[in-house]
């Protein structure tokens, strides 16, 4: 048996010789960035995009410090800690090659809840020129029925009263800005690395919304000083498991949480920063002017491809992406959703062919060693859908475009939020914010078929649309008929 490493600084050099590790100093770093919401995405892309930045640059002024806001994050605290902020990205290749580095480009973290007046302070210190957030697309506090910012959540309510103890990122944010503005310091970029289309002017609307109703005049600070450049962000990132670690330990290395991804690495920015910004250009990101054709293209083929498959493939019993793209039926069924419900409606992208775009997706979805969970992709539908899919929908009903694939998701959704099983009764994980509501509004259909639709905070006016209620009717109906949804899959693409 081979003994392993713990990884930590100190072990770095007597790590297995194929892990590539950081060659630069890091006890020099500034943390120039602080990133709310570290999670697996952030571990895989920016701070991997830095650590290489690092690495080929030999600027100091680039550190990461994390920060957690939500007690769930102490247990990332704790590990990143206890490895001195160090941690593997596991790259798994389709062919079975793995390549193992570890990243050090994150050097602190700091939870929210132990200290907000550190959080503050940190977000506000001279170094800090960038807080970038993965905040998930549900962290937007935005109400999709009113397109406004939701003043209703209790959270923000607290806020508003009590802004030396926040709770929210919008209530951070406002008060190290505050203090930044009072003590003379400029503002920083806030950038957000979330799949919201126009993630920027999002973060920037909710933002402005939020220290609007606490203080005028911060607000217009905030709107003259601070930029939001919107971006387009890709890297598949699995959730970590038990047997991921194990891997990692036979090769040598304990790692308390590794992150696992795929090969294919994308980030395109706008290139707006309030304070100065990394040369991420220098490895490999790029700054457009306009991301806004890369971004719905992601979103809508990649991210809703995700969806499509997440929602079909539970129903069906398939428990992975690259398991449903082995399935002959899925592929077809995702590629004539791209082709002739997704690609009408996208704007084209100078330098991208679409059909290279969405071979490349198929083949990244089919790598069969990134075990990519239904679970993790139906996880917070009620935030992903309406900016992945229903927006298709809705611009296809408007244009006279087709909607039959699409229609068939959200039939499979209300099944799902319904029944919480699949087509053999097995039960399902489901974890969302709007779990119980889902479910109510899905609990209806026997009674009313378009019950699910109610929900207009997700769905809007799409129960008014006849074109698509009357697709979506018949689809249900089959589907609480026989629940075997490749039937009714096999139906539409014939
Ligand atoms: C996924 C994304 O959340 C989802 O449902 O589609 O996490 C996806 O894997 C990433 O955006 C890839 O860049």
Redesign the pocket.
């Known amino acids: 048996m081979t003994t392993s490493i713990e990884l930590n600084q100190k072990s770095l050099q007597s790590l297995p010789e194929s892990f590539a590790r950081p060659s630069y100093e890091r006890s020099n770093l500034k943390a120039g960035i602080v990133h709310i919401g570290v999670g697996g995405?952030h571990r895989s892309?920016e701070a991997y995009y830095t650590d290489k930045l690092l690495a080929e640059t030999m600027t100091q002024d680039w550190g990461i410090c994390g920060i957690g806001l939500r007690e769930a994050d102490r247990k990332i605290g704790d590990i990143l800690k206890q490895q001195d902020y160090l941690y593997t990205l596991v790259v798994k290749h389709p062919n079975g090659t793995i390549e193992n580095r570890v990243i050090g480009s994150i050097i602190d973290f700091m939870l929210a809840t132990d200290n907000p007046t550190a959080v503050i302070d940190k977000m506000a210190h001279e170094d800090t020129k960038i807080v970038s957030l993965t905040i998930?697309?549900g962290g937007y506090n935005f109400n999709a029925a009113t397109n406004e910012f939701d003043f209703s959540n209790p959270d923000v309510q607290q806020d508003l009263v009590n802004l030396d103890a926040p709770v929210t990122v919008f209530g951070y944010l406002t008060a190290a800005l505050k203090k930044r503005r009072d003590q003379g310091l400029p503002a920083f970029t806030v950038q957000s690395c979330d799949?919201i289309q126009h993630n920027g002017n999002m973060t920037q609307k909710m933002l402005l919304a939020f220290a609007r109703k606490q203080d005028a005049e911060l607000a217009d600070w905030i709107e003259q000083e601070v930029r939001f450049p919107n971006a387009m962000?890709?890297?598949?990132?699995?959730v970590t498991t038990p047997a991921d670690m194990e891997t990692l330990r036979a090769s040598g290395v304990e790692d308390a949480w590794p992150v696992v991804c795929e090969p294919f690495c994308?980030w395109v920015i706008e290139d707006e920063f309030s304070n100065g910004r990394p040369q991420w250009e220098q490895v490999g990101a790029q700054f457009v002017p306009d991301v806004t054709p890369y971004e719905t293209m992601?979103?809508r083929l990649?991210?809703?491809?995700?969806?499509v498959l997440?929602l079909l493939g539970s129903i069906h019993g398939h428990d992975t992406i690259d398991g449903c793209i082995a399935d002959p039926l899925f592929a077809t069924y995702l590629r004539r959703f791209m082709d002739i419900e997704a690609s009408p409606v996208l704007d084209p992208v100078e330098g991208i062919n679409l059909d290279v775009y969405k071979n490349t997706l198929i083949e990244r979805f089919g790598n069969p060693n990134v075990k990519?969970n239904l679970s993790?992709?139906?996880?917070?539908?009620s935030a992903?859908l309406p900016k992945?899919l229903i927006s298709t929908i809705s611009e296809n009903l408007a244009n006279g475009g087709s909607i039959h694939h699409a229609a068939l998701v959200i039939a499979a959704w209300c099944y799902y939020s319904d029944k919480g099983t699949d087509k053999n009764g097995k039960a399902l994980d489901i974890v969302d914010e709007m779990k119980a509501s889902l479910h109510q509004a899905a609990s209806g259909t026997e009674s009313d078929v378009l019950s699910f639709l109610t929900l207009k905070d997700i769905f809007g006016d799409l129960i008014e649309q006849t074109a698509f209620t009357e697709e979506y009717t018949q689809q249900v109906k089959a589907l609480y008929a026989n629940p075997d949804i490749a039937v009714l899959m096999q139906e539409i693409i014939k």
């Not at 962000?233 to 699995?238: A, H, K, N, W, Y």
């Not at 993790?376 to 539908?381: A, D, P, T, V, Y």
């Open positions: 995405f892309h998930t697309e799949n962000v890709d890297r598949i990132t699995p994308q992601k979103i990649l991210n809703a491809g995700h969806s997440g990519d993790r992709i139906c996880l917070e539908s992903k992945f």
